[in-house]
């Protein structure tokens, strides 16, 4: 036995009552404990529900703040978007315009091509029934220098009203005598000997009358045409 049991038992023989004092203090000293114990485990679980209210607010509030910037962001797209969409109509739009314009203009052009083809057609209906009436009246003119000296002079005074409204028109007859041949006027159908040099490659006679229209030559005359022949000994 230790001495400090000897003691204790020594203690409680001696003085009455001793033991149950020990008992009551040790009731005491542990349900004091207990109870200290309670309140530390709870102030525990407190905290520990203080800090995981605290953690769930922050999140809370971060989560707000992320829903509040990604709304910003979408509200920022969805006006980009609308203006791409505005932009893209306007393009469309500019498109059909120019879509249009162009097919008025090639609707524009198609008419124009199609006067002026047949302004040529025109043209040259009326310059091939002009061709076959000078013709005519050449043939004539060229009967009556022959025939008769009054009707010719009555046909050349036509001839000379007409010339105003030839040049009217753009055209000009190409059928006088006694001037230099021109191959891009003339047609030679004639060569007629002269022993006259001032005459070699002078136009002799015009069978059939040519003219320009417009500075084009449309027609050639057809000539006869002088040449120099040299005879020797």
């Not at 038992?9 to 109870?35: F, M, W």
């Not at 199609?114 to 310059?127: D, I, P, T």
């Not at 013709?135 to 008769?148: G, I, V, Y």
């Not at 191959?183 to 070699?200: G, K, N, Q, S």
Request: glycine share 6%; aromatic share 8%; net charge negative.
């Amino acid at each position: 036995m230790s001495a400090g049991n000897v003691m204790h038992n020594a203690t409680a023989k001696a003085v009455p009552g001793y033991t149950e004092c020990l008992y009551s203090q040790h009731k005491i000293d542990t349900g004091t404990g207990n109870r200290i114990m309670f309140f530390k485990s709870r102030e525990k679980d407190d905290r520990l529900k203080n800090e995981l209210i605290q953690s769930m607010e922050e999140k809370f509030q971060s989560l707000n703040q992320e829903i509040s910037e990604s709304s910003s962001r979408l509200e920022e797209l969805n006006r980009k978007v609308g203006q791409l969409q505005l932009s893209v109509q306007k393009h469309d739009m500019s498109i059909e315009d120019l879509l249009e314009e162009w097919e008025d203009r090639r609707s524009d052009e198609a008419d124009v091509r199609a006067r002026f083809q047949e302004g040529e057609r025109s043209e040259n209906l009326l310059l091939k029934v002009f061709e076959a009436y000078q013709e005519q009246f050449w043939n004539l003119k060229r009967f009556a220098d022959t025939a008769d000296s009054e009707w010719a002079g009555q046909l050349a005074l036509m001839e000379k009203n007409l010339q105003h409204d030839r040049q009217l028109c753009g055209i000009s007859i190409i059928g006088e005598c006694g001037i230099e041949i021109n191959y891009d006027l003339h047609e030679v159908i004639e060569v007629l000997d002269t022993t006259d040099d001032r005459l070699d490659g002078v136009v002799a006679a015009v069978y059939s009358c040519g003219y320009l229209y417009k500075g084009k030559v449309k027609k050639k005359a057809r000539v006869g045409v002088y040449r120099t022949a040299h005879i020797h000994g």
